[in-house]
């Protein structure tokens, strides 16, 4: 690099977009039960402007903002389930902060590629083991 101030300006902005995604997987992981959590909603919390939040996510991450917002809604929900597979599907979804059970249930299946029932039903069997799930849907 030739300019060394221009070099020194674009690693501060590197770091400092690093330290903003930090700051929302921190705040995602804080909050995510709120359904009421948003990309909108992230960005005002961190001081920066929903678009300019969501872009700078992606280009640090390579995924959408709103993705990873349901993604993390996603696990918290698996986690809950391999400790109580009895929980319903009606209280699961409020836990984890989806607005409805039909969305959590098309999330589920789109990052899970199966439905939550088939899930409860494989966490409950002693057949099935993991490397067959991820052999056989992955």
């Known amino acids: 690099c030739m300019n060394e101030a221009a070099c020194g300006d674009e690693e501060k902005k590197e770091n400092s977009n690093k330290t903003m995604v930090d700051k929302i997987k921190s705040y995602i992981a804080e909050k995510y ?3 009421s ?13 929903s678009y300019y939040a969501s872009r ?3 280009e640090r991450t390579g995924e959408n903002l709103s993705d990873y917002i349901s993604r993390y809604r996603i696990e918290k929900a698996k986690e809950i389930l391999s400790e109580n ?14 607005g409805s059970e039909r969305t ?12 939550v029932s088939q899930y409860k039903k494989i966490i409950k069997s002693d ?3 993991w490397e067959w799930l991820y052999a056989r849907f992955i």
């Open 33 to 35: 039960s709120d359904s």
């Open 37 to 49: 959590i948003t990309v909108a909603h992230v960005g005002n919390c961190i001081g920066v402007t």
């Open 56 to 58: 700078t996510f992606k």
């Open 85 to 98: 597979s009895k929980i319903p599907i009606s209280q699961l979804y409020e836990m984890v902060g989806f």
């Open 104 to 115: 959590f249930m098309r999330m589920f299946t789109k990052y899970e590629k199966i439905t």
């Open 127 to 129: 057949k099935w083991t």
